[in-house]
């Protein structure tokens, strides 16, 4: 059964997911991704999103703000062994809900170009590429960037 916890950055099983998610991006990134690790930290971050299936922890997200209008999602994460569950759906889903709740009009994100099921993953729920922001600007070899308009 998944379940889903709204938390924040102090939540121990959202810093075990992270350390998997740490160790994920670099198999896939290798040196690349220690210079993507200082734009990842997980202090202060009082949105979190933790998905448990059956009672153990499974995949996270978080956002914190982006502008006035918008929040950035970080973090997301499911563990290898419980892909293609709907995990990563329901977290998003769930993000996307409390920014809503916050106020904000719009998430913003940036991911990978080794991450394919990450970019399926926001096309389905509506994410649209756009131009690369903030430190992002001038990766677009590695970095995508994508936003939508919530509703």
């Not at 102090?10 to 350390?19: A, I, P, Q, S, T």
């Not at 202090?43 to 996270?60: H, K, M, R, S």
């Not at 590429?129 to 936003?147: K, L």
Request: aromatic fraction near 10%; proline fraction near 3%; include cysteine.
């Amino acid at each position: 059964m998944l379940t889903l916890k709204r938390t924040d950055s102090n939540d121990k099983d959202f810093h075990w997911l992270v350390e998997q998610l740490n160790k994920d991006l670099l198999d896939r990134y290798g040196e690349l991704q220690v210079f993507y690790n200082q734009f990842n930290q997980i202090d202060n971050i009082p949105n979190v999103v933790i998905a448990y299936l059956d009672g153990e922890p499974a995949g996270c997200g978080c956002f914190k703000k982006f502008d006035e209008q918008a929040a950035e999602v970080k973090r997301m994460f499911a563990r290898e062994d419980a892909r293609g569950r709907g995990i990563g759906r329901a977290v998003l889903t769930e993000l996307e809900k409390w920014a809503a709740e916050l106020g904000y009009t719009a998430m913003v994100l940036e991911h990978g170009n080794k991450q394919p099921e990450a970019s399926k993953l926001y096309q389905r729920q509506g994410y649209t590429v756009i131009p690369n922001y903030g430190q992002y600007i001038g990766m677009e070899e590695t970095s995508i960037c994508m936003r939508k308009i919530l509703r």
